[in-house]
């Protein structure tokens, strides 16, 4: 009977390649403890303790709290932008919105605070009374889509809390905003 050399080689290396698979199933996680798994139970084993727990049992929580604050920033989105001296909802604005309502409806205990902003340019009184428009615009479309009106509130800060600082007009487009903010009452 006569080898071939080379099928002997790759068998050598296909038996090494799955001894190696093996090893690493029992890598070491901290401190010297070894890893051993089953299809239901994880075994942590170190020379002070064992632990055993089951991996379906605890999930870790990715995401922020449903409900929070972080919740309607990251998952609903929290402001919606307006064009150079216009109070009006564009209508990617009014569809932000509806995420806020449909949140809102999700969560009854929340109430929201819909703060006003303006860019740099213009008064100090103006940017106040254009910031209110804005909030006030953001709050009566929000209500039209069935929000309790004691739900939401509104607040302007006019120039006087920028998103963005700076004098240019990416600056002056993330300015020109209302933010929802969660109620702390």
Request: proline fraction near 4%; aromatic fraction near 6%.
């Amino acid at each position: 009977m006569r080898l071939n050399l080379p099928l002997v080689v790759a068998a050598a290396f296909l038996l090494a390649a799955c001894t190696t698979a093996s090893e690493d199933a029992a890598k070491s996680v901290s401190g010297g403890e070894k890893v051993a798994s089953s299809s239901s139970k994880t075994t942590v084993s170190s020379a002070s303790t064992t632990k055993t727990t089951k991996s379906a049992e605890k999930p870790l929580s990715a995401g922020p709290k449903p409900g929070s604050q972080l919740d309607l920033e990251i998952n609903v989105g929290d402001r919606v932008l307006f064009d150079y001296d216009k109070s009006t909802l564009s209508s990617d604005s009014r569809t932000t919105i509806g995420r806020w309502a449909e949140w809102l409806m999700a969560y009854p205990a929340n109430k929201i605070i819909i703060e006003g902003h303006a860019d740099e340019r213009g008064t100090r009184e103006y940017n106040l009374a254009l910031g209110e428009r804005r909030a006030n615009a953001a709050r009566e479309y929000l209500i039209s889509l069935g929000v309790n009106p004691n739900r939401a509130k509104t607040i302007s800060f006019g120039k006087e809390r920028p998103a963005i600082p700076g004098s240019n007009e990416n600056a002056y487009a993330q300015n020109r905003r209302a933010v929802a903010v969660l109620s702390k009452d």
